[in-house]
């Protein structure tokens, strides 16, 4: 008992302790966030596996023409022999009758090794061809994911830092209204105001309010996105190291819109070539399938018989075979069925081209587009950032105004209406920043 009751002790002091030690925590700046997400983003982590995958199967690919041997061993026992009748005359039995006998051992025993090769196979061929271009279909595919991990990332790296700069701009706009309706509360106790102001900061206020709860409910989930997205337990402590301000600022890179757009590094254009490799090799297929194959081989075995199981003992008697030999297939005619399949191979092949020549078109007009709305999200950014500190200047002014009795309630509400809305403009300016610069990067595939 008291062993038993000192283990259960030990236990909960175990158990409890385990409870009250901390969750470990990360703090991430962007690019330590993107380094992250790298190795332990989900879809990155299925991408490099897939890649990993595409590599044994090019190796079975190429192991399927090398030699090849196997075995077979093969045991009878026949429990009841088949009977077969011969003329009794060879015997020396009257002419006209049948003499019963049985043919062979009861047992026999049969192991073989056999060993093949390709000699020539068109398709073996092609197919070895093709393996390597899936590889590379493979690694164009992880570079692409990569760059889609990357993306989210920053995304979602600007949203969480977002939602927390909106959290600190209510929680700043919650005070200063609170002290707003505080102060003309005692006004119109004092009866040198009216009701309708206090009634008009009460609305602002509990508008305000309402925002403020839904942006800290918003920051919570954001943070949880954020931590799916780099590959963390949603719960997991997670701070960011660095400010929204600072990060849209070293994301406005001007150099960025004079870098050449090199079509051929663009990852969408590689798949797109792939395609065409992969298409091509389809015709070449087609076409081997007229081709003779040839395989040869070698066997070596040893046969045994005996009406008794001795067959491991060093008393049976083993004989032995070999085989060499040469076997050639060759197609002659096919109602015409691999030239129709060539000829589909040959359309297939002339429609990726043509996507190819699309994808080009594409891609340009992308990147032109992408560098417009860099352009376009850097200007937002800057009016925004002056029109705020317009409306800063317009709300601190009716402030003032309405202090002094020489503005209304009504007009006080408009310009912290403007300014809240310039506020959120301008946040969300800065999120834009961020994310079309990653937009233009990634058609560049920076």
Known sequence: MRKILFISITLISWLTMAQEQPKE??????????????????????ATRDLTDAQKQKWETIAAGLPQINGNINYQNQLKQPVQVIPAEIFGGEPGTFTEVVFGTKQSATATATL???????SYIVGVQAAKTFVDYTQNTKEKSDLEVRKSVVEAYGNLLLAKESVLILEKNKTTLEKNLYETEKIYENGLGDEE?????KITLASIDNQLKNAIRLQDITLQMFNLIVGLPIETQTTLSETLDGLTQSQIDFNLLETPFAIENNVDFKLMNNLNEQRSLELKLAKSKALPSINGFVNYGASSFSNEFNFLSNEADWFDSSILGIEMNIPIFSSFK???STQRAKIALEKAKTQMTET????????????SDYILAIEEFNTAKDNLSLAERIENKNQIKYSEGLATSFELRQAQTQLYDTQQQYLQSMVNVINQK???????NQ
């Open 197 to 201: 102001s206090v009634d008009q900061l």
């Open 360 to 371: 080009r078109q594409q891609l340009r007009l992308q990147w032109e587009k992408a560098k």
């Open 116 to 122: 093949t090769q390709l000699i020539f196979d068109g």
């Open 338 to 340: 691999r030239s129709a």
């Open 25 to 46: 925590a990360y703090s991430f700046t962007l690019e330590e966030a993107v380094a992250f997400a790298m190795e332990n983003n989900y879809t990155a982590i299925n």
């Open 438 to 444: 990653t937009e233009l990067a990634t058609v560049l």
